[in-house]
């Protein structure tokens, strides 16, 4: 429940996994926190390498910092989360430090950030329950909650011509598929690595309730989602309802 931050069904919560690019909320906050959105980024060629999810950012070419939020946010370009975390950490190490000393002053005691983007390496682990304590923050914020919740959006790319800068406007689409699906459905993000699994943090309003699941490794993610979300409202309905998984019971 993200009023109250209860926790209404739970299981493994406090489990580190890879997170994947769930981590991504994480970088959001960061940036809107400490970066200033109508900065113009230069981008590197560390960025323009990274794989996965890519926006297609080249070295040389511009963007400003909040059109690579919106990409790192809605398309989960993993380019444009190196080309930001460069920008507002002065170095991919500088941005992973404010990544944990963010993640520690959030209470979020079981984690440990690597990287911007969340593709797999050692040391880079959340649980379910610090992923809540995340998303539950950083849906407070107005820009974050704007981006998470849009299906699509247009950033620009500024490209290096003859004389000046060309400008390429793309359009980024989401790959949340519970937008539009499921009543209500406001976020948040997905993620998948081969050692994550199918990850996702999925929020949903109705009234004056907001509901969080957060579920990491999970094939079933959208179903489960889905049920889970169903689970809380019914839940701040009638406290004493079922479970997810049909049985009674507290937890």
């Given at each position: ?16 996994r890879p997170?994947?690019?769930?981590t991504?909320i ?7 926190e400490?970066g200033r959105?109508n900065?113009?980024?230069?981008v590197?060629q560390?960025?323009?390498q990274?794989?996965?999810h ?6 040389g070419?511009r ?5 690579l ?6 398309r989960?370009?993993?380019d444009a989360?190196?080309?930001a975390a460069?920008?507002?950490g ?5 941005f992973?430090a404010?990544m944990?000393?963010t ?7 079981n ?15 959340t649980t379910?329950?610090?992923m ?6 950083a849906l407070?914020?107005?820009?974050f909650a ?5 299906r699509?959006?247009t950033v620009?790319?500024w490209?290096?011509?003859h ?8 359009i980024?689409l989401s790959h949340?598929?519970?937008l539009?699906?499921v ?5 948040v993000?997905t993620?998948?690595?081969?050692s994550a699994?199918r990850?996702?943090?999925?929020s949903a ?7 969080i699941?957060?579920?990491l490794?999970?094939?079933?993610r959208w179903?489960d989602?889905a049920?889970l ?12 309802g079922?479970r997810?998984d ?6």
């Amino acid at each position: 429940d993200a009023n109250s931050g209860m926790v209404l069904f739970e299981r493994d919560p406090d489990a580190p996994r890879p997170p994947a690019s769930v981590t991504k909320i994480l970088t959001a906050l960061i940036v809107l926190e400490r970066g200033r959105l109508n900065d113009t980024v230069v981008v590197s060629q560390a960025a323009a390498q990274t794989g996965g999810h890519r926006l297609g950012l080249r070295a040389g070419q511009r963007i400003t910092l909040g059109d690579l939020l919106a990409a790192v946010l809605i398309r989960s370009a993993n380019d444009a989360a190196v080309a930001a975390a460069e920008h507002v950490g002065g170095s991919l190490a500088g941005f992973a430090a404010l990544m944990n000393e963010t993640a520690k002053d959030l209470g979020m005691a079981n984690s440990r950030f690597a990287n911007p983007h969340g593709l797999d390496e050692p040391f880079h682990f959340t649980t379910a329950r610090d992923m809540a304590t995340l998303t539950r923050v950083a849906l407070e914020n107005p820009r974050f909650a704007e981006l998470v919740r849009a299906r699509q959006a247009t950033v620009t790319i500024w490209k290096p011509g003859h004389r000046n800068l060309v400008p390429q406007n793309r359009i980024v689409l989401s790959h949340n598929r519970l937008l539009g699906q499921v009543a209500g459905a406001d976020g948040v993000k997905t993620g998948y690595t081969d050692s994550a699994g199918r990850c996702l943090v999925a929020s949903a309003s109705r009234g004056t309730h907001r509901m969080i699941a957060v579920l990491l490794n999970d094939p079933q993610r959208w179903t489960d989602a889905a049920a889970l979300l169903e689970y809380g409202f019914g839940s701040v309905r009638d406290a004493a309802g079922a479970r997810p998984d049909g049985q009674h019971g507290d937890h």
